[in-house]
């Protein structure tokens, strides 16, 4: 999994967090993207996916996010990254 990407030319970070209640968590004025470290592959992939949607929107501007599109988006990602091939054009 990703630990750092960037948005827009500006740096977010990404880190697993051991003592975390929520699954994940965006903070947009620091550019972290906090991830809970005792989720199996799957659930730390899809919320990863979830807060990039986040983190993605904040950084077009926009501050009041739908859970539901975040959510559906975010496992849309998630399942075009786990089943992509590689051609070659």
Known sequence: MATTFELAGSKWYVNYVVHMEDFGKCDPEKQIISIRMDMNKQTTEQTFYH????????????????????????????????????HEI
Not at 69 to 80: E, M, N, P, S, W
């Open 51 to 86: 807060e990039l949607v986040h983190a993605i929107m904040f950084t077009m501007g926009k501050l009041n996010h739908d859970e539901e599109f975040v959510d559906t988006f975010g496992a849309f990602l998630h399942q075009y990254h786990v089943t992509k091939e590689s």
